[in-house]
């Protein structure tokens, strides 16, 4: 049996500038980390030639190309494993088809690359296994996504990322007081929308837009790495500010990032004092996440009262292989 366990994420500043459409004109950058809600991706050999794979339903086939399940089927194909397999996964927070804007599919696409790897006996680095991911994503399945979350959940940690033309992705992890790390933990609060996003179609028409919306996108990277400035400075009165703003600008890129029950519990929060937040992810639905300070957050918590609120911890470390046997 291997178990391993993928961290899901958070993206702060920058989101949109991770699509080949946009960082190909020079780069794109964004702040992002991961945080301590997971999925677990569980393998086992079979004693016969069948591939089994349960999820929200069970799959039992002879043959890869009858698995439904495309992540699933696509990490097969790439690490050729063929056949006598078990694959199990389950999360802690809410499944990958439900559009939480936490990276769900990128933790789950990058959580079996490492399952299946370590089932063939091999240690797979992080860079490889967000490149893999990208490549069976993006690639493969055309999915109208970007870079930024298959690279933050393989390695983890809270992170600068940048994302250059020629294709290079580096990751810098942001160096700050312990403090202000946990400053900023204290300062933030997570709140479901009980709207599940349409990524998808959202996506396609942020990626259809990329050309139109160029401008948007270069300050929503000068936001990025003002962000990282600020927290390598120690300085969290600015993130607020930040996260507003970056808001302001990530709903200017599709139609459908935001809508009349986001706006109005974002109104809410910001009126009972909370300084800025974002949708997280393609926006539409999922969570909503406000940097509030603690004097003013169970006033927040008042004006959302319908929401259900998630508590969270930012998570060093990136996908790895928990069990053995």
Known sequence: MIISKTPLRMSFAGGGSDFKGYYQRGYGSVVSTAIDKYIYVTINKKFDDLIRVSYSKT?????????????????????????????????????????????????????????????????????????????????ILRSPIGKQDQYAVAFGNFNFIKFNADENVSIEPIICKKETKEGLNKNLLLFYTNMGSLSENILFEQNKKIDINVEILDKMVQLAERLKESLENNDLKEFGNILHQNWLYKQQLASKITNPAINEHYKKARDAGAIGGKILGSGGGGFLLLYCEPKNQNRVRQALSALKETSFNFESEGSKIVYVD
């Open 59 to 139: 799959e039992g086939v002879k043959n890869i190309k009858d698995i439904e399940h495309n992540l699933i089927r696509e990490a097969l194909k790439l690490t050729g494993v063929t056949k006598g397999i078990d694959i199990n996964y389950v999360s802690d927070m809410l499944p990958a088809h439900e559009g939480t804007g936490l990276g769900a599919s990128s933790s789950l696409i990058v959580g079996i690359l490492n399952a299946l790897y370590a089932y063939k006996g091999q240690r797979v680095p992080a860079d490889r296994l967000a490149e893999e991911a990208c490549k069976i994503e993006i690639e």
